[in-house]
C-alpha cells in the first residue's frame, strides 16, 4: 500500500480547511439569515454558538481523527475495535457522497453562468433572469456536461494527492477567492444607495431574535463548519502530531466567518442599491445578482468574477467531501489513489446525473414528496449530518478516555490550554452539544 500521505505546513492545513468550510453557504445562506434574523444581534449569537458549540465539536473530529491517522472509517476501528462504531465513519461517507453528488450539481451551474458572464449574457437589461435560470438547470445535457467538468477538476487536484494536490491548490485558491470577494464587495459598497444593505447587515434588532433564530445560527454554524461529515476528522488524520489543535480549528472558524460576513458586504449592499428584494439560495445568486450585475457599469466583468469565486467555493468544498470517501476505498480496499478517485468520482456522477435530471425531464420522479436533489438535499441536512455530529461527539466524550482526549488535544502535553477553557470543551463535547444536536434533530422532522 502506498505510504499515507500528509499535510506539509500549518498554513496548508488551515488553508485546506478553510476550503472546506468556505463553500455556497457562505455566499447564498449566511448573508440572507443574518439580514432577516436581527443583523448585529444575529452575528453575535452565531459567533456565541461557534464557541460553545461548533468548536468543540470541532475539537473532537480533530482529536479523533488525528489520533487514528486514518480513514473515517478504518478510524474506528483502530481506536474500538471489536465494537459497531464503524458504522458513524460509514453513515458520514454516505452523507459526503450524498451531498457531492448535488453539490456538483450546482458546481456546473457556476461554470455554466460564469461562461454566460464571459460571453456577456448579463449585460441586457430586458433579460428574464428566472426564465434563463429555469431553462440553464432543466436541459437535458448541458447541465451534465458542466456537472462532469466540476466533478473533474476536482478529480484532478485529489489525484495529486493531499499535500501536492488539496494543501498546494488550496495554497493558491484560498488567497485568490478572499481577495476576489474583498473587490466585489469594495465596489458593492461604493454603490449610491449602498447604505440600506450595510443597515440590513449590520444595524442590530434584538427584537427579530426568537427561538428559531438560535436553531437557524447553529445549522448554519454546522454546515458552514463542516462539522459533522467527517470531513474534519479526514482532514485531521493527515495532520502532524506537533501542531496545535485549538488554535487551528478557531483559525478555520474565524476565516470561515470573515468570509461570510463579507460575501453579505459583496452582495447586500448592490442588491439593495438597485431596490431589488434580498432572497437567498440558488435564487439570490443565479436570478437576483444576475439583475444586479446588468444593471451595474461593468456588470459582466463583476459577474464573471462573481461566478468564479462561487466556483471556487465549492470546488474546495466538493474536494474535501470527496477526499472523505477517497481515502476509505484506498485504506480499506487497499487500491491505489488514482484507482480511488476513479471509483468514487464515477458514483459521484452516475448520481449527480440524476440530481440533474431531476431539474428537468425526471422533475415528475417523486420520492417521498420530494424530487432526487431535495431529496438528497434534504436527507443529509435534517438526518445524516445531525447524526454524524451526535455520534462523533459522544465518542470523543464518553467512549474515548478522557485522558487519551486530553493528551490528543495538548498534543501530548506541547499545547498548554487554559484549565478552565478545557472543563468548558468537556462539558460542551459530553453533555451540552448532545443535547443540542438532539434537539435540532427532532426540530428538523416535526
Ligand atoms: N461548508 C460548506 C459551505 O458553507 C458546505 C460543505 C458542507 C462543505 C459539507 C463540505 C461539506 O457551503
Given at each position: 500500500m502506498e505510504k499515507r500521505d500528509s499535510f506539509a505546513s500549518s498554513f496548508g492545513v488551515l488553508v485546506a480547511m478553510a476550503g472546506s468550510a468556505v463553500g455556497l453557504g457562505n455566499l447564498w445562506r449566511f448573508p440572507y439569515l443574518v439580514g432577516t434574523n436581527g443583523g448585529a444581534a444575529f452575528i453575535i449569537i452565531y459567533l456565541a454558538i461557534i464557541a460553545v458549540l461548533a468548536l468543540p465539536i470541532m475539537y473532537s473530529e480533530f482529536v479523533v481523527g488525528r489520533r487514528a491517522q486514518s480513514n473515517v472509517y478504518g478510524a474506528f476501528k483502530k481506536l474500538a475495535p471489536g465494537t459497531k462504531w464503524g458504522i458513524t465513519g460509514l453513515l458520514a461517507i454516505l452523507c459526503?457522497?450524498?451531498?457531492?453528488?448535488?453539490?456538483s450539481v450546482v458546481g456546473g451551474w457556476t461554470i455554466d453562468y460564469m461562461l454566460k458572464a464571459i460571453g456577456g449574457e448579463?449585460?441586457?437589461?430586458?433579460?428574464?433572469?428566472?426564465?434563463?435560470?429555469?431553462?440553464?438547470?432543466?436541459?437535458?445535457?448541458?447541465?451534465?456536461?458542466?456537472?462532469?467538468?466540476?466533478?473533474?477538476?476536482?478529480?484532478?487536484?485529489?489525484?495529486?494527492g493531499v499535500k501536492d494536490g488539496i494543501e498546494k491548490y488550496s495554497k493558491v485558491l484560498m488567497p485568490l477567492l478572499f481577495l476576489m470577494v474583498i473587490v466585489i464587495a469594495v465596489r458593492s459598497v461604493t454603490l449610491p444607495g449602498a447604505s440600506s444593505g450595510i443597515d440590513f447587515l449590520f444595524k442590530p434588532d434584538f427584537s427579530k431574535v426568537t427561538a428559531n433564530t438560535f436553531l437557524d445560527a447553529l445549522g448554519q454554524a454546522f454546515f458552514s463548519l463542516?462539522?459533522?461529515?467527517?470531513?474534519?476528522?479526514?482532514?485531521?488524520?493527515?495532520?502532524?502530531?506537533?501542531?496545535?489543535?485549538?488554535?487551528?480549528?478557531?483559525?478555520?472558524?474565524?476565516?470561515?466567518?470573515?468570509?461570510?460576513?463579507?460575501?453579505?458586504?459583496?452582495?447586500?449592499?448592490?442588491?439593495?442599491?438597485?431596490g431589488i428584494e434580498p432572497?437567498?439560495?440558488?435564487?439570490?445568486?443565479?436570478?437576483?445578482?444576475?439583475?444586479?450585475?446588468?444593471?451595474?457599469?461593468?456588470?459582466?466583468?463583476?459577474?464573471a468574477i462573481f461566478f468564479f469565486v462561487l466556483y471556487v467555493a465549492?470546488?474546495?468544498?466538493?474536494?474535501?467531501?470527496?477526499?472523505?470517501?477517497v481515502a476509505y476505498v484506498i485504506e480499506e480496499f487497499k487500491i491505489s489513489r488514482r484507482a480511488s478517485v476513479l471509483a468514487v468520482t464515477t458514483l459521484v456522477i452516475v448520481l449527480g446525473v440524476f440530481c440533474s435530471l431531476s431539474q428537468g425531464v425526471l422533475g415528475d420522479v417523486k420520492i417521498l414528496g420530494n424530487n432526487i436533489f431535495d431529496l438528497f438535499d434534504k436527507t443529509t441536512a435534517n438526518?445524516?449530518?445531525?447524526?454524524?455530529?451526535?455520534?462523533?461527539?459522544?465518542?470523543?466524550?464518553?467512549?474515548?478516555?478522557?485522558?487519551?482526549?486530553?493528551?490528543?488535544?495538548?498534543?501530548?502535553?506541547?499545547?498548554?490550554?487554559?484549565?478552565?477553557?478545557?472543563?468548558?470543551?468537556?462539558?460542551?463535547?459530553?453533555?451540552?452539544?448532545?443535547?443540542?444536536i438532539g434537539v435540532i434533530m427532532i426540530r428538523s422532522l416535526i
Open positions: 459526503c457522497i450524498l451531498i457531492v453528488s448535488f453539490y448579463f449585460s441586457s437589461q430586458s433579460t428574464a433572469f428566472d426564465g434563463l435560470f429555469a431553462q440553464t438547470v432543466s436541459s437535458n445535457y448541458r447541465p451534465l456536461v458542466f456537472m462532469l467538468l466540476f466533478v473533474g477538476s476536482s478529480a484532478a487536484v485529489l489525484l495529486a463542516s462539522v459533522g461529515f467527517g470531513i474534519i476528522f479526514t482532514y485531521a488524520s493527515y495532520v502532524n502530531r506537533n501542531e496545535n489543535l485549538v488554535s487551528m480549528s478557531v483559525q478555520t472558524s474565524c476565516a470561515d466567518t470573515l468570509f461570510a460576513i463579507i460575501a453579505g458586504v459583496a452582495i447586500m449592499p448592490a442588491v439593495f442599491a438597485f432572497a437567498q439560495g440558488p435564487g439570490l445568486v443565479f436570478v437576483t445578482l444576475p439583475y444586479v450585475f446588468a444593471q451595474l457599469p461593468l456588470g459582466s466583468v463583476m459577474a465549492a470546488l474546495t468544498s466538493a474536494i474535501s467531501l470527496l477526499e472523505v470517501a438526518i445524516l449530518i445531525p447524526i454524524g455530529a451526535l455520534l462523533i461527539v459522544l465518542f470523543a466524550g464518553w467512549k474515548m478516555k478522557k485522558e487519551d482526549f486530553i493528551d490528543e488535544i495538548t498534543s501530548g502535553g506541547k499545547h498548554k490550554i487554559n484549565p478552565l477553557y478545557l472543563k468548558i470543551i468537556i462539558i460542551s463535547v459530553k453533555y451540552v452539544a448532545p443535547i443540542v
